[in-house]
C-alpha cells in the first residue's frame, strides 16, 4: 500500500507538470498522511489545473460520506471491477506530485520507517484517481485515491505493493479522460524503475501523521538506531 508521502519541492512544480492554473498555495509536506487535503493534478478544459483534494475516496453515489469506507488506495489489478473506481478509470484520472514516499519494514519487535526517492529528488507523479460528491445544498468534496502496483526489485525488501509511479512520457496519457485498454493500462501503471530510486531509513517520528518537518526525511547515519 502507499499511506505516506512527501512534495518536497515545490519550487517550479507547475513548470514540471506544465499547469496552467493553481487554485491552492503548495508547500512542503515531509509527511502527507490520509484524511488530509492534498494537492493533485487534473485536467479542466483541456488544461492542467492544480487543485486541492481530500485523501480517501467517497464515490459521487455514495449516500453519505460520514458513514462511507474511504480507500485510500486502488489495486492496479482489479481497478475496472471495484465500483468506487470504475467511473473514475474512465472519466477522472489525476496526478498527485510526490518526491518520495515511505514504507515500514519489521526489525524485530519494532517496525521501521525508509524513505524512497529518486536519486536525482526529481519530482514524480502517482497515478490517482478522484471523484466528487455533491450534497443536497450544493457543496461539493472532492476525494481522491492512489493506485498501487507490483514492488519493482527495490521495494519488493520493505513491501509487497508501491505507489503506481508514472513514467514521465506516460503522464499526459493517464490525465486525458477515456478508456484505456487493459494491455495499455498495464504498461502504465508497471513498477517503475528500481535504478532510478534509492530508500534509506529514517526516524519514527514519521509514525505519528502529526509530525512535520524536513527532519522527517533525513537519513538515519549506518548503526544508528531509528527515534
Known amino acids: 500500500m502507499c499511506g505516506r508521502f512527501t512534495i518536497t519541492v515545490t519550487i517550479g512544480l507547475p513548470e514540471r507538470f506544465g499547469v496552467t492554473r493553481t487554485e491552492v498555495q503548495i508547500e512542503p509536506r515531509y509527511n502527507i498522511a490520509p484524511s488530509q487535503p492534498v494537492p493533485v493534478i487534473i485536467l479542466e478544459e483541456d488544461a492542467r489545473l492544480i487543485t486541492e483534494m481530500v485523501w480517501g475516496l467517497v464515490p459521487h453515489w455514495a449516500r453519505d460520506p460520514a458513514t462511507t469506507r474511504r480507500p485510500i488506495n486502488a489495486r492496479c489489478e482489479s481497478l475496472a471491477e471495484r465500483p468506487s473506481f ?119 517520528r514519521v509514525n505519528d501523521p502529526s509530525s512535520e518537518g524536513e527532519d522527517l526525511v533525513r537519513r538515519i547515519p549506518d548503526g544508528t538506531l531509528p527515534v
Do not use: Q
Open 86 to 204: 470504475r467511473d473514475p478509470l474512465r472519466y477522472t484520472r489525476c496526478l498527485v506530485p510526490a518526491n518520495g514516499f515511505y514504507e515500514w519494514k519489521k526489525s524485530g519487535k519494532k517496525t521501521d520507517p525508509y524513505y524512497f526517492h529518486r536519486k536525482d529528488n526529481r519530482l514524480m507523479a502517482i497515478a490517482g484517481l478522484y471523484d466528487t460528491w455533491k450534497a443536497t445544498d450544493g457543496s461539493r468534496l472532492r476525494t481522491f485515491t492512489i493506485i498501487t502496483t507490483e514492488p519493482n526489485s527495490l521495494v519488493s525488501s520493505y513491501h509487497d505493493r508501491m505507489p503506481a509511479l508514472l513514467l514521465e512520457e506516460d503522464e499526459n496519457r493517464w490525465l486525458e479522460p477515456g478508456w484505456i485498454p487493459d494491455e495499455t493500462l498495464r504498461e502504465l501503471l508497471k513498477p517503475y524503475p528500481a535504478g532510478l530510486l534509492e530508500a534509506y531509513p529514517v526516524s519514527r
